[in-house]
């Protein structure tokens, strides 16, 4: 492993410094601060100026340190110094993300910044069509934002030259170990030229990474700046011992509180559970896993950011890369099996000085389980043992509940396979008190057949979500609620908004 990285010690800035003390060029600093950007975090104050000059650098920080603008900065001052012409499939730059999501938000961070400079920068993941990427190849980018499966693809189908790249970033290279990606990626940095800068970003550096520094980066600078297990000052962390009965019922008073609440899950199908038992209990929630459409998830995404949905349950995809602004409350329904996890997992919260909650739901088979955990986690978390209707809830999530009635639906005649139009036709003959006991539905089923026929489930997750499925004509008295959730006034009370977290999307995963 590479020597000192773990014993570094984390670097201190003066809190005074700015982006022009530190080299940053002008034409950036100005479309930073137009960005809102004004002071350095500590990460990129200790690693900018070696990367500025063009150093390898190995940094360190922690899930939300900041350290996408500590790669980006020092990408876009370089390429804008050589402006040579844009040539097709050639990118100048490269950076490579474990997952589409943090990919996504990569190229969202950069944007503002590429567009003051005239650079041009496109995403390339796997779960969607292949046909745009190549046509943005060819029409030149100068960076790539790219998750290393698709990119491999189209490496190897001679769609993109990585030849002319100048600087490489990995980010989150540990994240890319975890998943299986270091092949792929020694096999794309072997394609870049080997006088390029590069720079690699980890809140861990495990073996694995190791290997991809000793091979391909040059006397690298290592800055260390909030290791992964440093505690974040204004992050609480809490276990609530409770009862298997009482998990549900807990967890819907949490997430029922005013701001937005992230829970996570151990495996896809509790997420999709999970997140139609909250929908059920009036609290408008979407789901994030591997089993969705990309569609789908960018929807989700967009309804969890823009507060259309103010919860997303989903499983460790989430853990890391997805940038929310003011999550509130990050809750393990599950909790994570090792401790890296539940860190990256509570990184969501408390992120760039704002303050969060952390919670982990413990039943008494899962004592000695969490205690292990948040030892080797490092945190000292409170514990309590509560049940439904506990005053502590409120402390811990202040506010008055909020909840949304779910609507009852019903199948339409003819949507789905045999046995999804079998249960609709059950409904159909009457059974009123099945629809009042699961308010949500199945609607996912429906959906799922769509996707086996062969057609487009993005296309059709967006075109039928509301003309697929008829409200239930039961006659019997809905819940009633004394509040209301934003957003529920323009559209039915858990509308349609709220159905993607439902959908299983395309079988397909993406890479």
Partial sequence: MTAGYD????????????????????????????AGVSKPFPIQAATLPDSLAGKDVLGRGRTGSGKTYAFVLPMLARLAASRPKRRPNHPRALILAPTRELAT??????????????????TIFGGVGAGPQITGLRKGADIVVACPGRLEDHLQAGHVKLDAVEITVLDEADHMADLGFLPAVRRILEATPAGAQRLLFSATLDAGVDVLVQRFMTDPVTHSVDSAQSPVAKMTHHVLHVQADTRLPVLVDLTAAPGRSL????????????????????????????????????RNLEAFGNGTA?????TDIAARGIHVDDVTLVIHADPPIEHKAYLHRSGRTARAGAEGTV???????QVRDVRDLTRKAGIAATVTKLSTGDPFLSELAPGERTFVEPPARTEVAGAG?????????????????????RPGGRGSGGQRSGAQRGGDPGAAQAGKSGRGRGRSKSASTPKTYSTSTPGAGSRTAGAAAFSAGTRSGSSRRGR
Avoid at 13 to 33: E, K, N, Q, S, Y
Avoid at 310 to 314: F, Q
């Fill in 7 to 34: 014993d570094v010690a984390p670097v201190v800035v003066p809190d005074d410094l700015t982006f022009a003390d530190l080299g940053v060029p002008a034409p950036l600093v100005t479309a930073l601060a137009a």
């Fill in 359 to 365: 919670v982990t739901l413990m039943t008494d088979d």
């Fill in 417 to 437: 396979t045999g046995r999804t139009s079998g249960r609709g036709n059950r409904r159909r003959r009457g059974a009123q008190s099945a629809a009042e006991q």
């Fill in 310 to 314: 103010k919860t997303l349950v989903a």
């Fill in 105 to 122: 938000q990569i190229q969202a961070s950069i944007t503002p910044l590429t567009d003051a400079l005239d650079l041009r920068t496109m």
């Fill in 263 to 298: 829970v996570f899950t151990r495996t896809k199908y509790g997420a999709k559970a999970l997140t139609k038992k909250l929908i059920a209990q009036g609290v408008p929630a979407v789901e994030l896993h591997g089993n969705l459409s990309q569609g789908a998830r960018t």
